[in-house]
C-alpha cells in the first residue's frame, strides 16, 4: 500500500480545509503522523488482518452513516485519510458539509475502492470525524439552549494538544465562537496574573502599557473589582464562578461599558439561566476537554 505525498493531493479538497480556516499541510502532518500509529515504520507496512482475509483485488463500497443525531464535522478530513492511505484509487461521493444537523441513519459520505485500503483507513478516518463531530454536537447544544438571548457561546484553550485548530473548527462548525487561539493573539488577565501584578488594575495597565494595540480580558471574583476595570476603561471583563444574582447585577453595573463573558464550571442545565442575566459571552471549557464522540460508522455494502 502506498500512501500520497501532500503535492499530490486533489487541489480541490486542500483549497476546502483553507476555505475553512484551516492548514492543510498541518491536517496531512497530523493524518501521517495517526497513520503511522497503525502503520509503526519498520512493521510489515499493511494491515495484517485485511492483507491475511481480502484478497488484494477485491474493490468495494463503503457507507460512513450517523448513528445518533448532531451535526457532523470533520468530514474533508476523513476524506483526506482515505486519499492519503488509496491516493487515486479511491472514490469519494456524497458528503455532506460540515456543520450539517443529521439523524441517526443518515449517509454522510460514501468512499469506493481496494477493500484492504478502506478498512485500513477507516478507522483514522472514523477518529477524525466522530470526535469534531463530538466537539460540533455538543457546540449546538448549547447554542439551542442560548437562542432568543444576547449570549454566545466560547471555546477556551482547554485543547487538546495539537488538536486545537481542529477543535475550535469544530466549534465554528457547531455555531459556537472563537476565543484566543494563542497567548499572543489577545491577553487574558486571570487571577494569577492578578495576584503577580498586586491586583486587577496593575495588571490590566500593565498589558494595555506593554501592548498597547492589543485586545485584553480581565477576569473579576466579585463587583468592586468589575468597577475598578470599568472607570480604567476595560472593555471586555470575564465574570468567574459568580452566582446568577452577581451576573445579573454585574450587567446592571456595566450598562453596556464592557463586554461581559460568564466563565467556571457551567454546565448546559443552567446555560439558560445565566444566558437571560444578559451577558455577552458564556465560555465553555468542555466543548473541547472532554467531550463524547459522535458516533459514526462505517459499513461495506
Not at 67 to 90: C, K, M, N, S, T
Not at 183 to 206: C, I, Q, R, S, Y
Not at 271 to 295: C, K, N, P, Y
Request: proline share 4%; hydrophobic share 45%; with cysteine.
Amino acid at each position: 500500500m502506498s500512501t500520497a505525498a501532500y503535492d499530490l493531493l486533489p487541489d480541490e479538497l486542500l483549497a476546502e480545509l483553507t476555505a475553512a480556516g484551516l492548514d492543510p499541510r498541518a491536517i496531512h502532518d497530523a493524518i501521517v503522523a495517526a497513520i503511522a500509529e497503525d502503520l509503526p515504520p519498520g512493521g510489515p507496512g499493511v494491515d495484517v488482518t485485511s492483507a491475511a482475509t481480502i484478497p488484494a483485488d477485491l474493490y468495494g463500497d463503503a457507507d460512513l452513516a450517523a448513528r445518533e443525531d448532531g451535526v457532523v464535522a470533520g468530514l474533508a478530513i476523513a476524506e483526506l485519510v482515505f486519499v492519503h492511505v488509496l491516493g487515486d484509487q479511491v472514490e469519494v461521493t456524497d458528503r455532506v458539509p460540515d456543520g450539517t444537523r443529521v439523524s441517526a441513519g443518515d449517509v454522510v459520505m460514501r468512499v469506493s475502492g481496494p477493500v484492504r485500503g478502506l478498512l485500513t483507513a477507516e478507522r483514522t478516518a472514523l477518529n477524525f470525524a466522530s470526535h469534531l463531530s463530538g466537539v460540533a454536537t455538543a457546540t449546538a447544544a448549547w447554542v439551542a439552549a442560548l437562542e432568543g438571548t444576547r449570549a454566545r457561546v466560547l471555546d477556551t484553550r482547554k485543547t487538546l494538544p495539537g488538536y486545537r485548530a481542529l477543535q475550535k473548527y469544530a466549534v465554528r462548525c457547531g455555531g459556537g465562537v472563537n476565543h484566543r487561539f494563542g497567548l499572543t493573539d489577545m491577553a487574558l488577565v486571570k487571577d494569577n496574573h492578578v495576584v503577580a501584578a498586586g491586583g486587577v488594575l496593575p495588571a490590566f495597565e500593565a498589558v494595555r502599557s506593554a501592548y498597547p494595540g492589543l485586545p485584553v480580558e480581565v477576569e473579576v471574583t466579585d463587583l468592586d473589582q468589575l468597577r475598578e476595570l470599568l472607570d480604567a476603561g476595560c472593555d471586555r471583563i470575564l465574570l468567574d464562578n459568580m452566582s446568577t444574582e452577581e451576573m445579573a447585577e454585574a450587567v446592571r453595573v456595566t450598562d453596556g461599558r464592557a463586554t461581559l463573558e460568564a466563565s467556571g464550571g457551567l454546565t448546559l442545565e443552567r446555560a439558560r439561566e445565566v444566558a437571560e442575566t444578559g451577558v455577552d459571552f458564556i465560555s465553555v471549557g468542555a466543548l473541547t476537554h472532554s467531550v463524547r464522540v459522535f458516533d459514526l460508522g462505517l459499513d461495506l455494502r
